[in-house]
């Protein structure tokens, strides 16, 4: 999507543009009506960009269905202790 010219005084706002008002309503539109599965961390940038990304403090928990379940395996010969996310069938 190609930049608005900035507004300047005594001059006719470049969104009288009609085509390019409808692309920029419709983008804003989309932005109004997006969901996600996480939630969302949305910064306004100095540039008036918006900077979107997932919010990782706020999930938690496991998976549905899933179960840690505690593990030792050989690796090389010596045994390593952990944990693997378990989902039955």
């Known amino acids: ?3 608005i010219e900035k507004v300047k005084k005594g001059q006719v706002p470049s969104l009288l543009d009609t085509n390019k008002a ?3 309503i419709g ?4 932005l ?3 969901t996600a599965d996480a939630p ?8 008036g ?3 979107i990304s997932i919010d990782t403090t706020q999930i938690g928990g496991l998976p549905d269905g899933y179960v840690e379940t505690d ?3 050989c690796i090389n010969g010596s ?3 952990g944990q693997f996310l378990f989902k039955e069938d």
């Open 1 to 3: 999507m190609a930049k």
């Open 49 to 51: 960009s918006i900077s």
């Open 27 to 30: 983008k804003i539109n989309g």
């Open 40 to 47: 969302l961390d949305l910064t306004v940038n100095g540039d």
């Open 79 to 81: 045994p390593v202790a």
């Open 22 to 24: 409808n692309e920029l």
């Open 71 to 73: 593990v030792i395996l």
């Open 32 to 34: 109004l009506s997006s």
